[in-house]
C-alpha cells in the first residue's frame, strides 16, 4: 500500500513539473523556424515520458475495471481506485493489488492473501457492491482470515429442492423453507402472525403460499376455518375446496362480501366471549383469511359512477378487512396477503402495518424492498444480500412470531409441483 501511495503521489508530481516545464519552454520560446532544431532535447524527453506514463497508466488504472479514471491533476481517492483489478479475482494466483494475491478459489469461496502484513478488509468491504456485481452473486460474504487474510464466501447455499411431505408436515408446525445451513424454518401454529408477502410477478409468491396452506391443511383438526380467496380466476385455490368443509374457497365478489362478514362477525363474537369471560387471548382454533394476489382483490371493486351500491358495499368489506387486521390478533385472526404491488394505493398502510410478518421474495426495485422490510439494512445484516436477483422461492422472513421479537431469517420455499397440492 505504501508502494502505491508513493508511486501516485510521484507520478501526479511527475506529470506537473513536465506540464509546467513544457509550457514554460513554449511561452518563452519566440517560435523562430528553427523551434524544432532548438527545442528537440525538450521533445524527445517529453515523448520518453509519455511512454513510461502510458505503461504506468494502462497497468494501473486501464486494466482494471474502473470506469472513471481518477483526476489526474489531483490527489484524492487515486490510489484506492487504482489498486484494484477485478479480472483477477476470478483466477487463483492473481494479483489483485500491488499486494493482495488470490491464493485459492474452491466451491465459491475465495481466498485472498497479503503478501506483506496487514490486508486491508475495508476496501473489500466497501467495495462489495461493486465485486458481486462482477463476480455475479446475489449473495457475498466478505470475511477476515487473521491479519493478512480475506474470505470471499459467494456461494449459495440455499439450492432448489422440492416439497416433501415427510418432512415438512409436522404436528402444530407451519414449514415456511430452509435457511442458509439446510434447516428447517418450522413457526409453530399457534404463534404464526398476520403475514404479508411480497415478491414480482413469478417469484413464487403462490407457490409459498402453498408450502403454508398445505401445513394449515396437515392441522387442521387445530384449525377453526381456513378461507381461501383468489380472485385470479381460483386458479391457485379451486383444489382445496374438496378438501374439507372447513376449507372454503372465494373467487368471485359476492364471496368476497359473504366471506369477509362471516369472519369479521365471527370475530366481533368472540370478542365478546373474551370480555364475558374476562380473557385476554382467544386460545383455540385459528382462522386463517388468506389471498391470492390482493391486487386483483382491490382493482375488482366497482365503478363508483356505474353502480354506487355495489361501490360502497366494497368499500365496507376493505373496511372489515382492515379492522379484522387491526382488532383479529387476540380472537386469533389471521390475514395472509400475497401481491406483487405493495404500493399504498393497493395497500393501505394502516392494513400493511397490521400484518406484522413480511415475506420478501424477488422484487425489482429497492423501493418494494423497503416497502416490504421496513428498511434496506436487514440485506446488509444477511450478507449483502439481493432480492433484486433472488430465484424463484428464495425469501426474506421478518418474522414476529418470536417472543423475543423481530426476527430476520433468509431461506428458500420449497417446489411444489401442481398436482401434489
Ligand atoms: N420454490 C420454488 N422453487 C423453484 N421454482 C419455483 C419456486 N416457486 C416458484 N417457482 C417457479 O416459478 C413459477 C411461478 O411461481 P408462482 O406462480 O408462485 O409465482 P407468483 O409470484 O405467484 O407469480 P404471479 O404474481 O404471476 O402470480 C412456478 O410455476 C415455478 O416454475
Ligand atoms: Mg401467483
Redesign the pocket.
Known amino acids: 500500500m505504501i508502494f502505491a501511495v508513493v508511486k501516485s503521489f510521484i507520478f501526479q508530481l511527475v506529470i506537473k513539473v513536465l506540464v509546467v516545464f513544457t509550457l514554460f519552454k513554449i511561452f518563452t520560446s519566440n517560435y523562430s523556424n528553427d523551434f524544432l532544431v532548438n527545442y528537440i532535447d525538450e521533445l524527445f524527453l517529453v515523448v520518453l515520458w509519455g511512454v513510461v506514463l502510458h505503461q504506468f497508466l494502462y497497468f494501473d488504472y486501464f486494466k482494471t475495471k474502473i470506469k472513471n479514471l481518477p483526476r489526474v491533476f489531483g490527489f484524492k481517492n487515486i490510489v484506492e481506485k487504482s489498486v484494484f483489478n477485478w479480472k483477477d479475482l476470478r483466477s487463483e494466483n492473481k494479483k489483485i493489488t500491488y499486494f493482495d494475491y488470490v491464493e485459492s478459489i474452491k466451491d465459491g469461496v475465495i481466498v485472498l492473501k497479503n503478501k506483506s502484513g496487514l490486508i486491508d478488509y475495508d476496501l473489500y468491504e466497501k467495495n462489495s457492491e461493486q465485486i458481486k456485481h462482477y463476480l455475479k452473486t446475489s449473495t457475498l460474504k466478505i470475511e477476515k482470515v487473521r491479519d493478512n487474510g480475506i474470505k470471499i464466501d459467494t456461494k449459495d447455499r440455499l439450492d ?1 429442492y422440492n416439497w416433501d411431505g415427510n418432512k415438512f408436515l409436522k404436528d402444530g408446525f407451519i414449514f415456511f423453507g430452509l435457511d442458509e445451513q439446510g434447516q428447517e424454518i418450522f413457526i409453530e401454529l399457534n404463534k404464526t402472525t398476520s403475514y404479508f408477502i411480497n ?10 403460499i402453498t408450502q403454508i396452506i398445505n401445513g394449515l391443511i396437515h392441522n387442521l383438526d387445530k384449525v377453526s376455518k381456513i378461507f381461501l380467496l383468489d380472485f ?1 380466476g381460483g386458479i391457485t385455490f379451486h383444489k382445496y375446496g374438496k378438501i374439507s368443509k372447513k376449507i372454503i374457497v372465494g373467487y368471485q365478489l359476492d364471496q368476497l362480501h359473504k366471506i369477509v362478514d362471516y369472519v369479521y362477525q365471527e370475530n366481533k363474537r368472540r370478542m365478546k366471549f373474551l370480555k364475558d369471560k374476562g380473557l385476554e387471548k382467544y386460545e383455540t382454533d385459528p382462522i386463517f383469511l388468506i389471498f391470492d ?1 390482493w391486487a386483483e382483490v382491490v382493482e375488482s371493486c366497482p365503478k363508483k359512477e356505474l353502480d354506487k351500491n355495489d361501490y360502497l358495499l366494497f368499500q365496507q368489506t376493505l373496511q372489515k378487512i382492515e379492522s379484522l387486521g387491526q382488532l383479529g390478533r387476540s380472537q386469533n385472526i389471521k390475514l395472509v396477503i400475497q401481491t ?1 404491488r405493495g404500493g399504498t394505493d393497493i395497500i393501505s398502510s394502516k392494513l400493511r402495518g397490521n400484518l406484522q410478518s413480511r415475506i420478501l ?1 424477488r422484487v425489482d426495485n429497492n423501493d418494494a424492498v423497503k416497502m416490504c422490510l421496513g428498511s434496506l439494512d436487514y440485506l446488509e445484516k444477511l450478507g449483502n444480500i439481493d432480492p433484486l436477483s433472488f ?3 428464495r425469501f426474506v422472513f421478518l418474522d414476529s412470531s418470536s417472543e423475543t421479537g423481530l426476527k430476520v431469517r433468509y431461506g ?4 411444489i409441483e401442481p398436482k401434489r397440492i
Open positions: 432448489y415478491g414480482q410477478s413469478g417469484s413464487g409468491k403462490s407457490v409459498f385470479k394476489e406483487q421474495l430465484p424463484y422461492g428458500q420455499g420449497s417446489y
